[in-house]
């Protein structure tokens, strides 16, 4: 039972670059998000859908995009890559987004 | 803004000894609240959750305690192990059927031998 998987689990870029962080649910959930990690600073909400073509703004959406072509994929693009985007990502996603979430493993993202 | 917050940045206790993990919430609209526990490398773990209609709920060697009144959270942890050794993050939903859960900063628990 794969759950949350996210690519990659690890990645440098150089300030400026673009790419794309991968997440896949197999759970059917139609509730998905991205939080970013930062020490001291908990969990903080990029982007969130509430299922296909749906996509909204969380706390910190900045420097990021999404989509939602399907159930099982959110992916998350950074544009140009800024080192105040060096943190670690998750993915998580529910079947009803107000409760219960599970997390991927996350992707450790340093910029340069 | 509104926040969900934890008492504590860190937590030891002796292994075999009971852990109280504190967080205090200020939304009064939040009907469910939930702990997670991440170790070092690792995405959060679901843990527990209870909603606002419960005061207690149990689960194994952990129990989740709700105080609406002082709009107080808490989670305790039986007979702490080494492998309880993590952080512990709550978490509130925004109530009123919106999406989306707030999470506090998190509490380090170091179980000392």
């Known amino acids: 039972n794969a759950g949350v998987t996210q690519t990659p689990k690890f990645q440098v870029l150089k300030t400026g670059q673009s790419m794309t962080l991968q997440c896949a649910q197999d759970m059917n959930h139609e509730y998905m998000s991205w939080y970013r990690q930062d020490p001291g600073m908990g969990l903080r909400l990029i982007h969130y859908s509430v299922g296909a073509g749906i996509t909204d703004q969380g706390e910190v959406p900045n420097g990021y995009n999404v989509s939602r072509s399907t159930t099982e994929d959110f992916p998350l693009r950074l544009l140009s890559a800024a080192p105040s985007q060096t943190s670690v990502y998750f993915c998580?996603?529910?079947?009803?987004?107000?409760?219960?979430?599970?997390f991927g493993s996350g992707t450790q993202l340093s910029v340069l | 803004g509104e926040s969900v917050g934890l008492h504590l940045p860190t937590l030891s206790v002796q292994e075999g000894d009971n852990s109280i993990i504190n967080c205090a919430y200020s939304n009064s609209a939040s009907d469910y609240f939930i702990w997670y526990k991440q170790e070092s490398g690792k995405g959060p773990q679901f843990i527990i959750d209870?909603?606002?209609?419960?005061d207690k709920r149990q689960g194994q060697r952990v129990t989740v305690l709700l105080n609406k009144t002082v709009k107080h959270l808490s989670l305790q942890i039986a007979a702490t192990q080494p492998g309880d050794s993590a952080v512990y993050f709550c978490a509130e939903n925004k109530g009123g059927g919106a999406d989306g859960l707030t999470f506090g900063k998190g509490t380090h628990l170091i179980i000392q031998p």
């Open positions: 209870i909603r606002s209609n419960m």
């Open positions: 998580a996603s529910s079947y009803l987004g107000r409760e219960k979430l599970f």
